[in-house]
């Protein structure tokens, strides 16, 4: 049982290239998630989704794209990387939630630099 | 969703119990409180949730106050690996469950 699972964990970009981020998980959940962490910062959302097939914008989403095929995958994509998106990347992945149950776990994340 | 309200650092000595408390003075009825801790540069990691009862499970306890307006993030015996960031989210269900971290708690445990 790996949880959830992030590739690449390292990756530096030229700025102008393009690049995907893959992130598995293997509990059958439905609710996926993309988060971003610079520096002293907590992290921010990039983009969710809710169950396969489904997507929708966080609080950061600008420069980047989701897919959600499958429901054990959630796709990040930078189109064109800018130096901006210099970060570490987090993916998490939560079920249906209710009182006893609603644990998000979360990727060990992916360092981007973009040069 | 209702916006947290924590204090930047606290320090706690090794072996008592660490108090964190977390505002969130706006929470709706529907809302639930999370806690998550990150450790150094780590994925962040689930600790407790709770609605409006208190909760207890291996790792802490948390104690939200009756008008749910502010809650209490309790360690009860803290040692050095338990130095870390900590996040109080409050978050609606049918929202995604979506967890808006904000820059939580610097907790250091000390010897």
Not at chain 1, 68 to 78: H, P, S, T, W, Y
Not at chain 1, 93 to 103: D, E, K, M, Q, W
Request: charged share 15%.
């Amino acid at each position: 049982n790996a949880g959830v699972t992030q590739t690449p964990k390292f990756r530096v970009l030229k700025t102008g290239q393009s690049m995907t981020l893959l992130c598995a998980q293997d509990m059958n959940h439905e609710y996926m998630y993309w988060y971003r962490q610079d520096p002293g910062m907590g992290l921010r959302l990039i983009h969710y989704s809710v169950g396969e097939g489904t997507t929708a914008k966080g609080e950061v989403p600008d420069g980047y794209n989701v897919s959600r095929l499958k429901k054990q995958n959630f796709l990040l994509g930078l189109e064109s990387a800018a130096p901006s998106q210099t970060s570490v990347y987090f993916c998490a992945s939560n079920p249906i939630p209710t009182l006893r149950v609603g644990a998000a776990f979360f990727g060990q994340g992916t360092r981007l630099t973009v040069v | 969703d209702a916006k947290t309200t924590q204090p930047p650092s606290m320090d706690c000595a090794e072996g008592r119990a660490a108090n964190l408390p977390c505002n969130h003075s706006t929470i709706s009825g529907n809302e639930y409180v999370y806690w998550y801790r990150q450790i150094h540069s780590q994925g962040p990691q689930y600790i407790i949730h709770g609605l409006k009862n208190n909760e207890t499970n291996e790792m802490a306890s948390l104690i939200i106050t009756e008008d749910r307006k502010s809650s209490t993030l309790i360690l009860p015996h803290a040692t050095l690996r338990d130095t870390a960031v900590y996040y109080c989210i409050v978050t609606r269900v049918e929202y995604g469950n979506k967890l808006v971290f904000g820059a939580g708690t610097i907790l250091r445990v000390k010897s």
